[in-house]
């Protein structure tokens, strides 16, 4: 099969197209040809060796993390899934590639109403949405969160599942993507290279950081006594959560929901797209061989909606 593998810690000029034999699938697990899969900023931290004090890697490896596709084969005691079914999820082994493998507690059908670039949303960007809004924020109706990078390939389904959830969304992006976050349904906008949000965001309920640096120092102020502040990217000072009485919040691997919630909530957030309460935003598609200008295009940092490798038709 057709992959790209990463042979050792550097730029885009790393990651090459290769070919190698393809993956058996275990027991308990599936084969299958991808067709779409998620471009990750983690993706290319990983790839520049960011992680590699706690999450070393083995070279050569695969990058990537979700996929959608079909299933081509499945392991022994596989009875949940056969072949020919049109799957997402998320896999370890790598998914810039024509095929991977899968454990299928981690698997989810796709709605044949979804393409597998839309699908390929689900569990690379608004599962983790879900989870940080919901599960580990406690964001609940009628409360007001303020959502960091809300045009991004994370911010911009966090901002509609909020929305959707009943709470007051305030997004921050640049000026460029202030007219798209305010059609993603966001009650405020803050365009952070005009104004500053402390001054239009205060009480907040619900800090949702994926910026890290001046932008999380500069959160603790807006939000309210006994409210919420959760940085995906940054550690948070105990001492000052204690002096300020805000609850601070570093989602991990350790609260994750079981394999059975994940893929209850992966079926929920499917069926929200197939009915359009809630829409998955493409920045741009690139072909497996154009990886290393996705990762270029990843870096810069100023994305709309997430960018996927178009892997099948
Ligand atoms: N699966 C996930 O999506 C996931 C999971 C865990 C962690 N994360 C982390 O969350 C971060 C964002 O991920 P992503 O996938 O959304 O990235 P992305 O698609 O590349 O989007 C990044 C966004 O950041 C915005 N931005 C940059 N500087 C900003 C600032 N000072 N204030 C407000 N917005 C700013 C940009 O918007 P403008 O162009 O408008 O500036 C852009 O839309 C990354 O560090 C990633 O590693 C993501």
Aim: aromatic letters at 8%.
């Amino acid at each position: 099969m057709k992959a790209v593998r990463v042979h050792q810690y550097g730029g885009s000029e790393q990651l090459k197209i290769e070919h190698i034999p393809r993956l058996n699938p275990l027991a308990g697990e599936v084969l299958i040809r991808i067709y779409a899969a998620g471009v990750l900023p983690y993706d290319w931290k990983y790839r520049q060796g960011q992680f590699k004090k706690f999450r070393p890697a083995k070279f050569p490896y695969i990058p990537g993390s979700s996929f959608a596709g079909i299933i081509e084969e499945v392991g022994a005691d596989v009875t949940e899934f056969g072949k020919g079914q049109a799957v997402f999820g998320r896999s370890e082994k790598g998914t810039y590639a024509e095929y991977t493998t899968a454990p299928i507690k981690g698997l989810s059908l796709k709605p044949e109403k979804l393409t597998f670039d839309e699908a390929v949303t689900i569990p690379g960007s608004a599962l983790p949405a879900w989870l940080t809004l919901f599960h580990n924020g406690g964001l609940v109706a009628g409360q007001k969160v303020l959502i960091h990078a809300a045009a991004g390939g994370f911010g911009n389904l966090a901002v509609q599942l909020a929305k959707w959830k009943g709470a007051h969304v305030i997004g921050t992006c640049s000026t460029n993507n202030v007219d798209f976050v305010n059609a993603l349904g966001a009650d405020t906008v803050i365009d952070y290279t005009a104004e500053r949000f402390e001054q239009k965001a205060s009480d907040v309920d619900l800090v949702i950081d994926t910026v890290g640096g001046k932008t999380l120092e500069r959160s603790w102020s807006v939000v309210k006594q006994g409210g919420r502040l959760l940085s995906i990217v940054e550690e948070l000072s105990k001492e000052k959560a204690k002096e300020r009485e805000i609850h601070i919040i570093k989602p991990s691997l350790h609260s994750m929901p079981s394999p059975e919630k994940l893929q209850k909530i992966s079926r929920q957030i499917a069926q929200m797209l197939v009915e359009g309460k809630i829409k998955s935003v493409i920045n741009k598609k690139f072909l497996l061989h154009e990886v290393q200008q996705a990762h270029e295009l990843s870096q810069i940092g100023h994305g709309r909606g997430r960018i996927v490798l178009h892997i099948a038709n």
